[in-house]
């Protein structure tokens, strides 16, 4: 059963940073797309960062300030997070799915029975 575990949220101020992590476990970290999504109260899920072999994608609105990354040997995604605004407030989801290989940022890609998500880990940036 694969399973994907996030941690690292939390409350910080407006310029503040986290890092996030998600531990995968059940198979071998051999996913093709994985990739981070946020959920704010009353708002869809989008996409903020992906990465499919060793390529990273980010969301307009975090570029330059989130930085996705993974560590094969450890089975673990991270996002980390510098200069957080208010507007970063949300909740947090890694995803992976195991074999389509493009478009790695849209939700679309993750909702087949080939994709996992993780619970989520809260992001709180207060002004």
């Known amino acids: 059963q694969v399973q994907l575990v996030e941690s690292g949220g939390g409350s910080v101020q407006a310029g503040g940073s986290l890092r996030l992590s998600c531990t995968a476990s059940g198979y071998t970290f051999s996913a093709e797309c994985m990739g981070w999504f946020r959920q704010a109260p009353g708002k869809e899920r989008e996409g903020v960062a992906s990465i499919y072999r060793g390529i990273t994608d980010y969301a307009d609105s975090v570029k330059g300030r989130f930085t996705i990354s993974q560590d094969n040997a450890k089975n673990t995604l991270y996002l980390r997070m510098n200069s957080l605004k208010p507007e970063d407030t949300a909740m947090y989801y890694c995803?992976?799915?195991?074999?389509?290989?493009?478009?790695?940022?849209?939700?679309?890609?993750?909702?087949?029975?080939?994709?996992?998500w993780g619970q989520g880990t809260q992001v709180t940036v207060s002004s």
């Open positions: 995803a992976a799915e195991m074999k389509r290989g493009y478009w790695c940022l849209s939700l679309s890609t993750y909702e087949d029975e080939d994709a996992y």
